[in-house]
């Protein structure tokens, strides 16, 4: 056997190996066993680390024994993939800058654009690229190259669907039609400061010791957090929505300067010459173990983002956050969903299946109301509203599944024996409301009502 035949062997079993590790990282939650999920992702770090270093050492060898430039490509989206399930877990933003850097260099060097026309199972790696690159690039703000992203992806969906005209590219239409649709709408926000804490803006985190001085009580740390939605037809890419994506920026800090001028990519060849990509490969380097936080920024809370998640399952992972909270530390919930059967985003075919519950719910609250006087009731816009915690509901699901997408205030009282800073973006916001009416005696937590109220 020869050398060439030796290295392209080990270069497959490197392969095979990484992908076996990748596949049992890929669908782990983003919440919760933290230090499980940490010990298996150092494992497939290393295998893809030992992978990309093994293909940069052995470049031409591998490339005259057949290795063709999308496999390379293929492996590069891998941990730019993983960088990105990292950050979705951690929130660090050292992990979504390495996943950016991957992804851009996959795209200067036109890992993909080299294959034949023929290879369909390229193309959709290519499309899986494209989606993964645009949804990196909407969270980092890179809003000029979100823009090239869309051209370039509408592009490739035409023609994938001009030259396979025998498959259906139809659910990759829908979401070319998402990215069009989210960018459009984000328009608004595209020019203005950033959603992110800046310190050109906003309280540096220097100043965070001095205000803690005029708090009488001891100050909690926000650690966790938990973002959802679920409206009827609303704007979307992916499985984030518009209103978690913004969520989900108004809880980090800016990145300073040093993150963006990191631009690891080759330089552009306009004078018509092939480069020459066969040599050993420095640009793309994985920075797993490196430390490249900003010292002077606070780390950002973890976020679970729930992509249209039923009750139970929110009720789930908000008991797996709660358990798994640090000492001393507060977690914020936040909620965007319509509300109570008959309001807005709730069809007129869906009340039927309510209706025994909500009458149900009736009875009880009566029977509670008459065992229990005492209980106060409190006023919105001045209007008498019921203290029963199971009177008005969230709705957390599509038409049909009623009685288990219902969100009650009451469901949440349980997890205020750990401080919750609770965001609800609802019509019914007002019932989920804190006070002496949804503590229980004796508890403290909770005993100062207070009513947040804000529009965008």
């Known amino acids: 056997m020869s050398q060439d035949e030796v290295v392209s062997q080990t270069f497959r079993a490197l392969i095979e190996s990484a992908d076996r590790k990748f596949a049992r990282v890929r669908d782990l939650p983003l919440y919760g066993h933290r230090s499980q999920n940490q010990h298996y992702f150092q494992k497939v770090f290393k295998a893809y680390m030992r992978l990309w270093k093994y293909q940069q050492e052995n470049r031409a060898k591998l490339v005259a024994s057949g290795l063709n430039r999308w496999e390379i490509g293929e492996i590069a989206s891998r941990i730019g993939q993983l960088y990105f399930n990292q950050y979705m877990r951690t929130s660090e933003a050292r992990f979504i800058v390495e996943a950016y850097v991957f992804y851009e260099a996959i795209l200067s060097r036109k890992y993909f654009e080299g294959a034949k026309v023929k290879q369909l199972g390229v193309r959709f790696k290519e499309l899986r690229f494209y989606a993964r690159f645009l949804l990196v690039s909407l969270i980092l703000n890179r809003i000029e190259m979100v823009k090239f992203l869309v051209d370039r992806f509408r592009d490739l969906v035409d023609d994938c669907n001009a030259n396979f005209r025998e498959t259906n590219f139809k659910e990759w239409k829908i979401v070319v039609q998402e990215i069009v649709r989210f960018t459009k709408v984000d328009t608004a926000f595209a020019y203005i400061r950033p959603l992110r804490y800046c310190a050109m803006f906003d309280s540096h985190a220097a100043s965070l010791p001095y205000v803690a001085r005029f708090h009488a009580k001891k100050v909690l740390k926000f650690t966790d957090a938990i973002l959802t939605s679920y409206h009827r037809n609303e704007v979307k890419f992916a499985e984030l929505t518009l209103d978690t994506y913004r969520m989900l920026q108004c809880l980090e800090w800016e990145p300073t300067g040093s993150f963006y001028q990191k631009r690891p990519v080759l330089p552009n060849d306009h004078s018509g010459a092939s480069i020459d990509h066969s040599g050993t490969s420095g640009v793309i380097d994985i920075n797993f173990v490196a430390d490249m936080t900003d010292p002077s920024l606070p780390p950002n809370p973890r976020k ?153």
């Open 304 to 456: 679970a983002v729930l992509y249209r998640p039923s009750a139970t399952h929110l009720l789930a992972v908000i008991a797996t956050v709660c358990e798994e909270l640090p000492p001393e530390s507060i977690m914020l919930l936040y909620l965007s969903a319509s509300g109570k059967a008959g309001h807005s985003n709730v069809p007129q075919g869906e009340h039927s299946g309510g209706s025994r519950k909500s009458s149900s719910n009736k009875i009880v609250s009566r029977i509670s109301q008459k065992q229990n006087s005492s209980i106060p009731e409190y006023h919105v816009n001045g209007k008498k509203e019921s203290s029963d915690c199971y009177e008005n509901y969230l709705w957390l699901g599509p038409r049909g599944n009623w009685d288990r997408n219902n969100l009650y205030p009451g469901d949440i009282l349980p997890f205020t024996r750990r401080p919750l800073f609770l965001i609800v973006d609802s019509n019914i916001s007002h019932a989920f409301k804190a006070g002496h009416t949804r503590c229980r005696k004796g508890r403290n937590c909770c005993s100062a009502a207070f009513t947040f109220e804000a529009s965008i």
